[in-house]
């Protein structure tokens, strides 16, 4: 049945290998996915231990309803201790690799140690091997993933891998599987790199049991009626996520040159240039929404290459950011970064940054090597990204991170870095937009666009709407705005959405099925009847709020045990002392209120249950259980 | 589905909304830009069969729109 699947704790220092099965009391407090990872890692993790050093426990996994008929159900979750920000390191990405791991027979692996030259693993069946990746160290992303399912004599076989920045231990290098999905944040593949982990390969033949089956395709049917109908899913199966800049570039809610513009006037880098390069689009397992392109490259150097997205993400990086204003180069940097094995929204920043320290001084020729580091430079943010992922000149300087490299640098560089807890913002703006700046704060991983921004606050729904959503499943009548440049009730809509995508996230279903860039989509209603129909587990809406609020709340305890104090939930100067100098007369000249700021850090804080230190109290804890974790159980 | 929008399947397919005012209305199929009939402000639109989008602003008219955004303001 879905519930059957088992844990594999591998130690790559002894090879040694055991598994064992997943309590379903265990599965009744964090379902799967990126909940039950968390419980591992505080588990499991020494306080204090290097993020690079063999300590450090790394956790691949696929959610509770993964390769269900539920929609999207698709995704994998990576954890570990993160060596960029050495606080809670998690990502998840899309792709096949998932829904083939439970049908290898395992939802968990916990991987310690470090293997003495390059492996990888081969999972299939219940069986797992650990092989040698001597030839396949120094291969590309892509050329990986062909390579083992050569050597494994099998094309079915769904591979995740590190590209050469997370062999050259580039802090925040990715995990990826396919041409694009990528466990982009936090620098996971930089932990499978300082393990010798090159990659896991899986494939398998066991059959996932649905508790409900007619009754679960049924209900999927109606989902997938139902999400298709909206205009959000149309758009996104057209253009991809890239759709967004539409909205955020044309009001003036991105970041360009770093932090100095909020808004790219004359911007020509669209979704809709896509159009003349797409062959096509692609989904990942069970999806509907298609919603990234195939292209291939037509001029220049890179003429020929096929390549997979871009997302919205990559059109900040090597176009806002930067400002480029040359949709090829989002084309190729997407392309590069995706070969490489590398973060795109935090290399575009690095780079940014590095521009912005060029422009002022800070860096000089002598230290780019000659490269001149001037906005909308496409060919030096090309040549940026192979230093950086290569270790090369200055690149090996950022390939360390917003803050070491501050710290190399020196002067007065790190005033123009724009990151929250040693990881950098999405290239949006979030002077206009206190819930989204919130959101940022408070993220238990870093600056974080995926875990709690409230990102149809933008669209200014009538408060009746907002309270259908954000009035339960527990209870809420406090203030709600429909004005996104209020600060009114805004930490509630940060500390629900935090819930729903942390619940989704140990389901393994695609954030883009909830309500995050559509009001219309899944709520934790729908999800009960998921969960119910397809493993036979009761839960009500509010007790799957409640096991979100357990999730994150052991994260909330990795960071504090790891030295998180109320001071790392906070903003760069920049937003409070630099007002937006453009962009729609909403979003122009306005900056975050220090006091206003504060005041939603106290409230986000008492909805939690957190002291004003952003600890939580004794009573939440025994209320969610943890107050006897670590329990080391599992 | 829970917030109950199902009800209107397909009914904003063919409808944008203005990102200055916010108000929504419906430009005729297939034309390239358009103004909003509320505030003025013009929008580049893109269509993929009746979808309809807001591609981008009409930037050549950017600056005059904000001169008189910030007049009607002072005023």
Redesign the interface.
Known sequence: MALNREIAYIDLSTAEIKTAPIPIGVRQLYLGGRGLDMYLLYNHLEPGVDPLGPDNVLTVSAGLLVGTPASASARTHIGAKSPLTGFVGSSNMGGFFAPELRFAGFDHLVIKGKADGPIYLWIHDGEIEIRDASDIWGENIFDTQELIKDELGDPEVKVLCIGIAGENLVRFANVMTGMKNAAGRTGMGAVMGSKNLKAIAVRGTMGLEIRFPEESLEYNRQLIE?IG???FA??MQ??GTM?IY??T???GLVRVRNFQLNQQ????I?C?HIEKYSLGTEGCYGCILHCRHKYQIKDGPYAGTYAEGPEYTSQGAFGMEVDCNNFETILVGNHLVNMYGVDTLEIGSMIAWAMELYEKGILTDEDTGGLKLEWGNDQAVLEMIRCIAERKGLGDILAEGPLRAAEKIGQDSIKYLIHVKGMSNLHSDERSTPSLALGIATGSRGSDHLRSRPAIDLY?LPEE?LR??YGGPKPYDGPLSSDYTSYEGKPRMVQWQEMMYEAIDCTGICKYHTIFLS?????F??LSKLIYLNTGLEFTPEEIWDIADRAYTIERLFNIREGLTREDDWLVDRYFDEPTPIG???ARDKCIDREKFKQMINEYYELHGWDEDGVPRPETLKKLGLDGEPSHKL | MTTGTSKRKGKRIGEVRCQNCFVRFWPPQGVEKVPCPECGWEWYISWSGKLAKIRKPVWESWERHLAEAKKETED
């Open positions: 139902h109908s909206t205009k149309q758009i057209k253009w759709f539409g909205v570039n044309t009001t006037v004359g911007g020509n669209e809709e200014h709407l259908k959503i009001p219309n989509l899944i709520r209603e729908e729609l007369p909403i």
